[in-house]
């Protein structure tokens, strides 16, 4: 980026200068905490690492070496034995199967953002789903090292963790190479809305994750990666182009798993789903999305409350002549103008990966001139979705 570049564009884009950050060679001499590098990608050996961390200093160095290597480095990291209990896991695989079943029993398939209808089973928030299943045994699930250490050197203290379990079935396709939340989730249009500083920002608000819960050969399409991919600047606009998506066809990598092996990536990685191509491999992982405790505002303010006080008023400065752009503004001051977090069983996307924010639900009753009492009446039911009362 620039001195001079305050927005990027597709027309930044340049796949000569993407290819030549993803030809990087990862040595693994560079980290001496990684004990093999396997296609550009670097391996940790759990066990060896918990010894390393055992004492102040050495969990400094870890902690730095493992930013390096999701910033400078490759992206991605994985931990063989990243949970060496396999016993926990099997608890957590049976209870995850029996709310996948009670899902499909409760109401069929449930609303998959990322894949074709029954191309898979797929538990949104399986975090707080487990903790009221089994509590027990998300106890001793989440108490795992190997995760409070990577989430904590990439984020700091007060992270906050979700999850989302995923079973692809044998003939489960493949997904298309993507980036991941923030800006990942956003259409190319919205994206190219934010300045270029907040594309760089966006990688390290989060980080992406999956454990194993089940052996993971390639043929059941474990996880494409391509290494370095995240340090383009203009990728969140780049990965939906053909020539990009081609690329990324002809240059990713798959790491085999074994149960209980951990992968954690820079969400600006690109990256998707493997096509399961098994006979009878049921390829089950916990997806995790571990996000900054800097990611909210200072005050607890209730915008539905606000819209709701503020609605009658839009509407007569509305009916007045007032500029559109004056009551967008006061608007994007009231309501949330961001869908997120939510209920991903119930608030389904909308034309993208994004279901509707209020700010856009507010701006759709000025635009159909709805009534005070019917926008309470939707503010109501859009608050609803957002709840996991039934959980």
């Known amino acids: 980026m620039t001195e001079t ?7 930044d884009c340049s796949l000569a200068d993407f290819a030549a950050l993803v030809d990087q060679v990862t040595e693994l001499v560079d980290y001496p905490y990684a004990s ?8 940790y050996d759990a066990a060896a690492v918990r010894k390393a961390i055992a004492h102040h200093t050495g969990r400094l160095a870890v902690e730095a070496e493992l930013v ?5 480095g490759p992206g991605v990291v994985a931990f063989s034995g990243a949970f060496p209990d396999t016993a926990v896991l099997d608890r957590a695989t049976e209870a995850f199967e029996e709310i996948i079943a ?6 069929g398939g449930r609303n998959d953002h990322f894949a074709k209808a029954g191309a898979n089973d797929r538990i949104w928030n399986a975090l707080e789903k487990l903790a009221v299943r089994d509590p027990d045994t998300f106890v001793d699930y989440y108490g795992n090292d190997i995760l409070a250490l990577v989430s904590s050197a990439w984020l700091g203290p007060g992270y906050q963790l979700t999850s989302q379990v995923n079973v692809v079935r044998p003939g489960g396709k493949a997904q298309d190479p993507h980036r991941d939340y923030h800006l990942g989730f956003l259409t190319n249009e919205t994206a190219a809305r934010f ?3 907040v594309h760089l920002l966006s990688p390290v608000l989060t980080l992406q994750g999956a454990v194993a819960h089940s052996d993971m050969p390639i043929e059941s399409g474990p ?9 383009y600047g203009p990728g969140y606009l780049a990965w939906r182009l053909p020539e990009f998506r081609e690329f990324f066809a002809s240059r990713y990598v798959q790491l085999p798993l074994a149960k209980g092996d951990g992968v954690f990536f820079n969400p600006a990685l690109f990256h998707g789903a493997g096509t399961n191509v098994s006979a009878d491999v049921q ?4 997806l995790l999305q571990v996000s900054s405790a800097f990611g909210r505002a200072m005050e607890t303010i209730d915008r539905a409350k606000v819209s709701r006080a503020i609605y009658p008023v839009l509407a007569a400065r509305r009916a007045a002549g007032v500029a559109a752009d004056t009551l967008a503004n006061a608007l994007a001051c009231a309501a949330e103008g961001y869908p997120f977090p939510t209920n991903l069983d119930l608030d389904s996307n909308v034309d993208g990966l994004t279901p509707l924010s209020q700010a856009q639900l507010v701006q759709g009753a ?10 309470a009446a939707e503010l109501t039911a859009y608050d609803r979705l957002r709840r996991t009362d039934e959980i």
Do not use: C, I, Q
């Open 102 to 107: 009670a899902e499909k029993e409760a109401g």
């Open 5 to 11: 570049t305050a927005r990027f564009t597709e027309a």
């Open 195 to 197: 300045p270029a500083h």
């Open 223 to 231: 996880t494409m990666y391509l290494p370095y991919s995240h340090a």
């Open 36 to 43: 093999a590098v396997e296609k550009n990608v670097l391996v």
């Open 366 to 375: 000025l635009d159909e001139g709805w009534s005070r009492e019917r926008l």
């Open 68 to 72: 390096r290597a999701l910033t400078a």
């Open 283 to 286: 390829r089950m992982a916990n």
